[in-house]
């Protein structure tokens, strides 16, 4: 087969990407399309492809505005020719599935979200908008709308990365679909020997919707120990935070010292609602048990009472109470390292190729 995979945009490495390189494992002679490409963003396995760019790439700015000119987009997806391919994957967070494939292609659309400032999370946008972007979200969002819903009829089959993304593909589009877990490289933690310590960890950018600031107010009125790593916090927020002694703020760290707080924390919080969450993953196949709000990717990604446990408020007294009820518990309770072992296996590479690649033979049957 001649294979062609649509991805949004290539101007950095982040979970979407990584799933980019592993359908490219499986199929190495792909060509990609993309609306903006920044070579130096992205891994060399991807530079080896043969990459071609929509009209968006020439835009002006586009490598730093290129989610500013979404409107534009739907048209420049249309004018991209894909009539010499047989198998057409599009990587969907940003506009990518509504490309025109021949009568005769496949058409398998990995959602990793459905576009979440055109549906869920259209209010949090909106809020936080200036007045001009406030000003052509109201009159564009509608019609973009009706494209992403009208573009769905192009796709022969919907995979989601979770049971959650699925549901709202069924929402938005009324299509089902199959459930894929994205690849995550647990093999760099199950050798992680846990030794816990005493602090709480929170990992992952300080952007409003991993709500970071359930996790640091829960722990500074219970007195527990935190450890924030990743970038986002402000030096004032720092300050009045770290001022109270218990709360730690690592910034951006490497590989193994990710390694090692998850070696150490009590467990990890995560408060937000994502439509995954590779963190909780990692997290579990170094054996670090994981406190997630019971929503979202995290009832994919977690297995309750087994690697972790879940909180029923998006709030601090509730992470508090849960943490109060994970201390509670038998340390046997999350002792045994094979659990996580078993559990997080189905989150692996192996498993990811081989569910895609089961799904590409059966429409080859059909």
Known sequence: ?????????LVNMRGGEKVLEALLDIFPEADIFTHVYVPEAVSEKIRSHRIFTTKINKLPLAAKMYQKYMPFMPTALKELDLSGYDLIISSESGPAKGVVP??????LCYCHSPMRYLWDMYHEYFRTANWFVKFFMKRLVPSLRLWDVMSANLVDCFVANSHYVAKRINRYY?????????PVAIEKYIGVERNPSDFYLFFGQLVGYKRADIAIEACIKSGRRLVVVGDGASAKEKKIYEKTGLVTFAGRVSDEQIAEYLSQAKALLFPGVEDFGIIPVEANAAGCPVIAYGKGGALDSVKENITGIFFEEQTADSLIEAME?????PLSTFANRQQFTDHVKQFSQISFTAKIQKLIEERKRQ
């Open 174 to 182: 009324n299509r089902p679909a199959q459930i894929v877990y994205p």
């Open 325 to 329: 009820k994970f201390e509670s518990l």
């Open 102 to 107: 021949n009568p005769d292609a496949f058409h």
């Open 1 to 9: 087969m001649k294979v062609a995979i649509v991805h949004y945009w």
